[in-house]
């Protein structure tokens, strides 16, 4: 199977989504404070999905 997704994508470093988004992750795998700060988070807001399969009924069919 493949699919093709579009959308935007948002970047975020030093504000509320880069805080919640690290905390979350260090509740499962902690990273030093120091070691993420520069680490940005990606928010991609999915607009369109695409069935790019083989067959002649799917390819290039929008899904959602």
């Known amino acids: 199977m493949s699919f093709e997704v579009r ?5 975020h470093v030093n504000d509320d989504y880069h805080e919640i988004v690290n905390l979350i992750h260090d ?14 988070v990606y928010i991609l807001k999915v607009q369109e999905v695409y069935d790019n399969g083989p067959s002649v009924q799917a390819f290039g069919r929008r899904i959602a």
Do not use: M, N, Q, V
Not at 7 to 11: A, F, K, N, V
Not at 27 to 40: G, I, M, N, S
């Open 27 to 40: 509740a499962y795998h902690y990273t030093p404070p120091e070691k993420r700060k520069d680490r940005p």
């Open 7 to 11: 959308g935007i994508i948002e970047i």
